[in-house]
Structures are given as C-alpha cells and as structure tokens.
C-alpha cells in the first residue's frame, strides 16, 4: 500500500504535466486525493497493510501525519477546482503537477523508516513546492521563491550532516552502521553520547528550518505571503507535519538512548523562542497571510514545546497536529477568498469581510478564535493537554511562559482580524465581483466542523490512534 500511496501521485503529476488543457486538468486533484484517501481509511484499519519493507513502514506517529495530510489534501483538492476555474488567466500545469507530486513525497516521508529515504523525500517535498510560491508570478513571488529555496537547502545540508553524525555515532559505539529507525532504536543506548548530541542538535536546525521553527523561520511570511492560499494551507498543515515527524524520529531515538534531559532543555528553548518571536512579530501585523505565516511560527513551537515536555504532554502535542493543521486549512482558503475578493491582503485595503463575503469572513473569524486556543475548538483541547502536561512534570515556569506567550499571541492576531472582519466593505473593485461559491466555501465548512468536533468529542478510533503513538514514543531502553 505504500507504494500505491507514493508512485499513484506522482504517476497523476506526471499526466497532469502531459495534458494539455487547462480545463481538465485540476480534476486530476480530487480524483486523486479520493483514491489516497481510501488507501490511508483502508491501511489505518489493517495493521497487516502497514509494513511494505524494510524501509517502508506505517509506525503509530506516522498514521497520526497521514490522517492529516489525507484529509487536508482532500479539502485542499477540491478547492482547488473552483479556485483554479476563477484564475483561467494562469496556466495551471505546473501548479497541478506539483501539488500530486507533493502529496506522493509527503506519502514517502510518512512511510519512510529509514533516516537516509527520510531526508531525500524531505528534499523532494522542498524542491515540489517551490513552484507553488511563484504561482502569481510577480516580482515579490519569485524574491519568496528564492529565499525559501535559500533557506531550506541551508536546513536541509544541516540535517544530511546530523544524519552522518547519526550515523557515526553508531560507529562509534561500535554497532552497525544502519540508519534504519528499528535498528537505531535497538542500539540507542550503545550509540555515542557526544556523537549523538551533535546529531540531534543539527538534525533539529535542520529540519526545524523546514517546520519554520525560530530563528530558521525567515522564509515562512514571505513564502506563505504571497503564494496561494492552497498553498499556503498545504505548507502549514501538510510540510511541516512531515518535518515535524522527521523530528520524532530523531526525538525517539535520543528517548531510547537515555538522553531525555539533553533534548528536552533544547526543544523547550527553541519552543519557546518561536513562540515569543511569532508573538512579537504578530502585534500590528497588517497583512493577512504574513499575519498566518507568524501563527504558524508559534504552533510549530507550541508542538515543540510539548515534545520537550515529554510524556505527561506528548497525548496533546500530537492532538495539536491534528487541530493545528485542520484549523490552518480553514484559515488559509478563507484568507484566499478574502484576498480575491478585496484585491489585498492588506487591513489598510480590507474591511468588512463578513459583509462582502459572508461565508468566508465569518469561518475566518472562526479560525482565528479556535487557532489561539479559545474553546470549544480542537486546539483549545491540544494546547491545554501540553499545558496540563508541563504542570504534571513540575515545569511551572515553562507553563507561566507557553501562558503568556498566547496571551500575546491572541492580542496580535485580535487585533489584525477583526480589522479585516468588521466594520463597512468599500465598494466592489471593476468587473464581475468575487463572492463565496460552493467549491471554494464547501471544504471551510467541513474543515470547520472537523475543528469543532475535535474540541467537544474525540472519536474513540481516533483517541486509540493518539494513544498508539504515545506508548510507541514512551519506549525506553
């Protein structure tokens, strides 16, 4: 199954390069994401479906990131239908092509066991989504594109270098040399201390450049800024996921070697840093999508922070992936009609989104209530199981900060939305006005729900999932 899940998309992305009409081609997404989504339903139903190799295997914190790029991507498809039906003025092969591409690499680092396999569809997914930014092609999309591509070959070069030191210190400790995750963790306690700590502080960069964790975030507002708000969507809740699972790799090994106290102090200083710097940052923020790209800043921290935590908050940081990426969808496409609408992404342009768009405007509020951790939303759960977790393991004053800082948080992106909600539309711009349609509001709506529904009722398949996990990650040597 896996390999229907990885080579299916990329055999769609190559047909959607091959066709040669604009009209059709956006029906490939849905298509697809329909067939990924009854695999992910039929593979997270049969253990006996969830090992293809050696290197391919569907581990308990790998069927939490593919339920949740599974749904994201679904919605995200079928959005992208009406979306691309409204901006015939582009062609659409590239960005068709490259959104299957994507989700056939994010398939291969969900399943990927193997350290090495891991870091090349990591790469993979950074050189599929770079297209995606220069979208708009404008002169500040393809200054985005670049500097996403910058910075993300400089966290991706870390990480190949955290590998190799992974890998040593295997060597060192005198074992084989196998960058397998059941071999890492069989031998963690034998690996190389000083080896392993530089591995973990490079891994962690590296990828934690690809989460967008501070101070590696410098390519997040820019490129989520100015690319689509699919694109942002799938960003935010789909690669980074998939980074922040390549971190939980790492996370697991060190756990198994007895190196918790080491990683802790390091992921509870970098959570909490990206949360204070996305707080600064937020307070008058103008623009809507940059507004985002900061949001996203704060809950990779957030995720972070409740790893650093440990065991009493790991139920709610891997909720908060889930909530997270949910919400973020929501937020993205609705940020994306508003955007259409208005011309801008700009508070100094825009106001009065509920009026103009009813819909939007209003699940745009939606999100911004539930994304700050305001009940009776999924993220308010996730945020106050990792707040719950840090009082449980005696670390109040990691608990008074995550507190603080999302008090800030909600104050800065308070401000920025109900500007852009409230208050009196101006006139429509020239031409046919853009207003809420079925396939670019249906999927907020079902994203909402989903949002929701995890703040009041936690399915029990679900809880089963998140609980798999946490034993999985509580594995010690």
Known sequence: MAFVQIFVPLLMAALAAALP?????????????????AVSLLVLGRPDLQVSSQWLVLDPPGRIILLIVTVLFLMCSIYAVGYLQQREERPN???????????????????????????????????????LIYFNQTQ????????????????????????FFLAYAAIHGGVGAS????????????????????????LLVGYGTKMGLAPMH??????????????G????????????????????????????????????FMGLFSMAVAGVFLVGQRDIKRMLAYSSVEHMGILVVGLGIGGPALFGTLLHVLTNGLTKGVLFLSAGNIHRA??????????????????????FLAGFIAITGSPPFGP????????????AAGKFVVGGFFLFFLLVVFIGMGGTVLSVVQGRAPADPPGQPYRDRLLTSAPLVVLMGLVLLLGLYIPAPLRELLNDAVLFLEVRP
């Open 218 to 231: 410098t390519w997040k507002p820019d490129a989520y800024g100015e690319a689509p708000g699919i694109a």
């Open 342 to 363: 208005f011309g801008s992404k700009s508070t100094e342009q825009v106001r009065g989104a509920m009026r103009r768009l009813p819909l939007s405007g209003s699940l």
């Open 21 to 37: 009409t604009n009209r059709w081609r956006p029906l490939l997404l849905p298509l697809t994401a329909l067939l990924h989504t």
């Open 233 to 268: 969507a799938i960003f935010a809740g789909g690669l980074t996921s998939c980074a922040f699972l390549a971190v939980l790799r790492v996370y697991h090994i060190c756990s198994a070697a007895g190196e918790g106290p080491y990683i802790s102090r390091l992921m509870l």
């Open 380 to 391: 308010f759960i996730s945020e106050f199981a990792i707040l719950n977790g840090a009082f």
């Open 140 to 163: 500040r999309s393809i200054e985005a594109t670049w500097k996403y591509l910058l910075v993300g070959s400089i966290g991706i070069a870390l990480a190949l270098l955290g590998t």
């Open 93 to 131: 092969r590239v960005f068709c092509a490259c959104l299957l591409a994507f989700l056939g690499v994010m398939s291969l680092v969900i399943w990927s066991h193997h350290l090495g396999l891991m870091w090349v569809a990591i790469e993979a997914a950074t050189l599929a989504t770079a297209p």
């Open 179 to 202: 960058l397998t995750l059941e071999d890492l963790l069989r031998d963690a306690p034998k690996l190389s201390k000083p080896w392993l700590h530089a591995a973990f502080a490079l």
